[in-house]
């Protein structure tokens, strides 16, 4: 009986310090690789990161956009925008000039140059 009460007052010793290292080990894991560990922070930082470029190349193409469309409003008309815009559509140049053609790719239209 002795034996045996020594004995389980060792196995509960080191029980409850394998429990504290499991417990330990699991929170460790967890902080790195949980639903809301670190290495999910770090994708959705980079993420994040992706969408705030996304996002000023979009305003600038917004912007261009902009600028091109306030060009040829009828109240701030551009007589040289206009005169590009109608070449464009209806295919016309003066006999004088080179014409350069650049290829379109299918799934890219090539934004027109802007005059600076």
Do not use: C
């Amino acid at each position: 009986m002795a034996i045996s009460l020594s004995l389980r007052r060792r196995i509960r010793r080191v029980s409850v310090s394998f429990l504290g290292v499991f417990a330990t080990f699991y929170f460790v894991f967890h902080i790195f690789h949980g639903d809301r560990g670190l290495m999910v922070w770090v994708k959705l930082h980079q993420q994040v990161i992706a969408a705030e470029n996304a996002a000023k190349v979009i305003t600038e193409k917004r912007q261009y956009l902009e600028n091109r469309v306030m060009l040829l409003h009828p109240t701030s008309l551009d007589p040289d925008m206009l005169d590009e815009r109608v070449r464009l559509m209806l295919n016309f140049g003066h006999p004088d000039e080179i014409i350069i053609l650049e290829p379109v790719l299918k799934d890219k239209v090539p934004l027109e140059r802007s005059r600076q």
